[in-house]
């Protein structure tokens, strides 16, 4: 398969003309604008939202003797919710500074996911440590690509993740991943398919939506910015982000990329 470079750009169409110049520099400041508000919520939102969990996990500590046992449970559910609070700012601030003004680079796709798949294997393996580990087979060599090597490293990571953590619950065979690339005319695509619980086509739309969760949290971790994160990510590089079947009913998620 032939490389094709990534463009490390925003997606708004170039033109000479006055009125569009005018009208991406205005999309160019109101992002600008989004970001340090999304900063500034996170920031001090969070320095809040950290002193009140502070406080609450030490009236716990010292005063639970003093404590009737449903005042220790509703002190609970606050910490609980407050970390979840906290997990969801900082993804709203991770989203708000993903950006195009950091240095890209080239970089060796092959060498990327092998540093990637090791560290998802190791977090894993702490967290789930009598689970079978999963499996992942790269069909083709892959393409090189000219981008934030921060973000790609971030965008593979949750992809692998969620392929690895949304298992079915009693699967004999395992978490097994498939990456391969392709090109048709002047498009590239690089696939990840599961073999995973997999997402039905009603609710494949709602993925790449900001805190959207198909599953409860005592069932499947996490905030539900994944995906959002990865498609913003491939927006940020001229590309987009679909989803299809995977392996055995599982999710395939296609980045496509080029000139098309």
Known sequence: MSSTPIKASETEPNSDTANDSGAKK???????????????????????LRSMLRFSELLKQRASDRLEERE??????????????????????EYSRLSTRMPATAIDLNVLIDNVWRDCCAQYQNQ??????????????????????????RF????????????????????????????????SSISIEDNGIGVSEEQRPNLGRHFWRGHAEQDYPGVGMGLALCER????????????????????????????
């Not at 609970?76 to 709203?92: E, H």
């Open 128 to 153: 789930f440590p009598d689970t079978k580990q999963p499996e992942l087979k790269i069909v083709n060599t892959l393409p090189n690509f000219t981008g934030v090597a921060e973000h790609w490293h």
């Open 26 to 48: 205005n999309t160019t400041n109101d992002r600008e604008i989004l970001e340090r508000l999304s900063y500034g919520v996170s920031h001090d939102l969070g320095a809040s």
């Open 72 to 93: 220790i449970y509703w002190l609970s559910l606050m910490i609980d919710s407050g970390k979840r609070a906290q997990i969801m700012l900082d993804a709203m601030l």
């Open 233 to 260: 990510i491939g927006q940020l590089h001229g590309g987009k982000i679909s989803y299809e079947n995977g392996i055995a009913s599982g999710l395939k998620v296609v980045y496509t990329y080029g000139t098309d």
């Open 156 to 187: 593979f990571s949750n992809i692998l993740l969620n392929a690895i953590l949304f298992q079915r619950k009693a699967e004999d065979d395992g978490c097994q991943i498939t990456i391969s690339s392709s090109s048709i005319g002047n498009n």
